[in-house]
């Protein structure tokens, strides 16, 4: 377990790229996942922190693309940023999942900050720095109850308390957070991560998604500007798509992890001439069983990634109509990508232990790390709440609720 609470350098020497399209968005992205794919394995086994990976994944521009135009960035779609998220997730399940509470932080800013904050915030984001999170708490009655408090102190606040789940927190140079005010209501602030009284806390041990870094942070009479305040609740209390964005990019992440474990199982069962012999010569396979089984998890496979891009067409209509109708069908169709990628990527690393047996769980082959990383990372909201919300709505015409988990 380490603490980090030293001032951060917020920009490096090199220069940050800026992504005008969806189409160089997408095309850097696959460079970027066949770059970060060579040593996934290597960085699961061994926990080696990925601070140069997110340096280059930073740097290349695409923490910025939903950055909207009006302000410089590419404003890419929800298609394409799902994509981009579910390519970075196929080649290490960590990279995939640390810019998710960045984007969402940003979805916060679009729908709920005033102009300047937008311009400043989003104009850091496009100079390379990444915003991490500190969001959920332990020890509340429910995972949306906040105790983190946000007190008066001139014309700033004050914040205390403690946080967990902190996906990014330790690689990043602003830590959204969330806060409760004295008169109960929730805002995110968008702290500096070299702010006095911060301290950032390695002690994230998940068997899973295990470079994360989703420790602890800890606010000890923490100040913020008060130009870092942004309203949160309110985002929750019209029709806006800062839950639906933030499902979607769960949905692509696991997504992505079954496309990683579905590649793996096909290579696996190609090039064994025998279950521990890797022949590196791939050849045709006749056993009925295996054929059935692959045949099953393709079709999962590719129903998972056709609904993961129909979500996120709904979710640009409602983007651009912000309607309360246009808001639940985009969070009923996110709930259904979620609720398959959820399903198929536990399925993919399944079959994999199943078709590659004891072979799987050797350490220099790393295969075992799709499953884990999806068992980890599928715990993150019920995925039953989604059944029943899809359930209820084509069944009795009742719209999902308005919260970031649906």
Same mark, same amino acid.
Request: aromatic share 8%; hydrophobic share 40%.
């Given at each position: ?241 800062? %839950?639906? @964005? *933030?499902?979607? /990019? &769960? =949905? !692509? ?8 474990? +579905?590649? $793996? ?29 692959? %045949?099953? @998890? *393709?079709?999962? /496979? &590719? =129903? !998972? ?8 067409? +709904?979710? $640009? ?38 078709? !590659? ?10 295969? $075992? ?35 970031g988990t649906i």
């Open positions: 377990m380490s603490i980090q609470t030293a001032p951060r350098e917020t920009q490096a020497a090199t220069a940050v790229a800026v992504i005008r399209d969806d189409v160089e968005a997408l095309t850097v992205a696959r460079s970027l996942a066949e770059h970060f794919r060579q040593h996934s394995s290597a960085r699961d086994r061994e926990r080696r922190l990925p601070h140069l990976e997110l340096e280059q994944f930073s740097r290349s521009g695409l923490w910025g693309i939903s950055v909207p135009k009006a302000f410089g960035g590419a404003g890419v779609s929800n298609v394409t940023l799902a994509e981009v998220i579910r390519l970075i997730s196929a080649a290490d399940g960590s990279l995939g999942q640390i810019p998710q509470n960045h984007f969402y932080a940003l979805e916060v800013l679009r729908v709920n900050g005033h102009p300047e904050q937008q311009k400043r915030l989003y104009a850091e984001v496009l100079a390379g720095q990444r915003f991490g999170n500190a969001l959920a708490e332990l020890g509340t009655k429910t995972a949306h109850d906040r105790t983190t408090r946000l007190r008066r102190d001139g014309t700033g606040w004050r914040i205390n308390g403690r946080k967990f789940y902190s996906t990014g927190a330790l690689y990043a140079q602003r830590i959204p957070t969330s806060v409760i005010d004295e008169d109960g209501v929730q805002h995110l602030t968008f702290v500096p991560a070299n702010a006095t009284g911060l301290s950032v806390i390695d002690d994230w041990s998940g068997f899973g998604q295990r470079t994360t870094g989703s420790g602890s942070v800890m606010f000890d009479n923490v100040y913020v500007d008060a130009d870092d305040v942004v309203p949160f609740q309110t985002a929750f209390e019209r029709p806006t798509t800062v %839950g639906p @964005l *933030a499902q979607i /990019l &769960h =949905a !692509a992440i696991d997504t992505g992890i079954a496309r990683a474990a +579905y590649e $793996d199982a096909l290579h696996f069962v190609r090039t064994r001439t025998r279950p521990w012999i890797d022949s590196g010569i791939e050849k045709a396979v006749d056993d009925p069983l295996t054929l059935h089984s692959f %045949g099953k @998890l *393709a079709i999962r /496979l &590719h =129903a !998972a990634e056709a609904l993961l891009e129909r979500a996120g067409e +709904y979710l $640009d209509r409602a983007q651009t109509e912000t309607t309360a109708n246009n808001l639940a069908e985009a969070s009923i169709a996110v709930a259904e990508a979620r609720a398959i990628s959820t399903d198929i990527s536990l399925a993919a690393g399944s079959t994999l232990f199943e078709l !590659a047996g004891s072979q799987a769980t050797l350490a220099e082959h790393g295969l $075992d790390r799709h499953w884990r990383n999806a068992r980890v990372h599928t715990l993150h909201d019920p995925v039953r709440w989604k059944y029943h919300a899809i359930g209820n709505f084509y069944l009795n015409d009742v719209n999902p609720p308005r919260r």
